[in-house]
């Protein structure tokens, strides 16, 4: 039986992982930090090959910053939210599309690049609020367009 609040509950899920993708196009980085707990996982092993990091969410932030610096746009489109709930804690599995593009590509047909793939996202209750704990992003196929020059640009601003 959905109680209540389960609905509203996962609108607020939802609406966090829409900021998620929505804050970074729009380089909205309070807006970014709005959405995160105070310290985050990061585990992109299965996108960049990193190894997974804690940050702050100041941290988070900044290197989202500098990822995005390294792109003249970006388009982030996520669907598909499978949301998992107990009391105040929840997990989001949601496919994305990201679209990069990048004006200092080496010629105009590597301008731009496209990463298909899932966002496992951890969330917590903070009162009202939903918060990004932890995110996961696992690209599911290859990359599509400039696949060479974004994961050296991204993964040197990761590093940055």
Not at 59 to 81: D, G, I, Y
Not at 83 to 98: F, K, N, T
């Amino acid at each position: 039986m959905t109680s209540i609040a389960e609905p509203a509950d996962r609108l607020a899920i939802a609406d966090a992982i829409a900021r998620l993708a929505a804050t970074q196009d729009a380089r909205d980085w309070a807006g970014l930090r709005g959405v995160l707990a105070d310290h985050v996982r990061l585990d992109l092993s299965a996108h960049l090959g990193t190894s997974p990091v804690e940050l702050s969410a100041e941290a988070f932030v900044e290197k989202a910053r500098a990822v995005a610096n390294t792109f003249t746009s970006t388009h982030h489109m996520t669907a598909n939210l499978v949301i998992e709930l107990s009391v105040d804690q929840a997990a989001c599995r949601c496919h994305v599309v990201a679209y990069h593009h990048f004006a200092q590509a080496p010629e105009p047909c590597e301008a731009a690049c496209i990463m298909r793939g899932t966002w496992d996202v951890r969330l917590h209750r903070v009162g009202e609020a939903w918060l990004i704990a932890e995110l996961t992003v696992a690209r599911t196929v290859p990359l599509e367009g400039n696949a060479d020059f974004y994961p050296r640009t991204a993964t040197s601003a990761l590093r940055g």
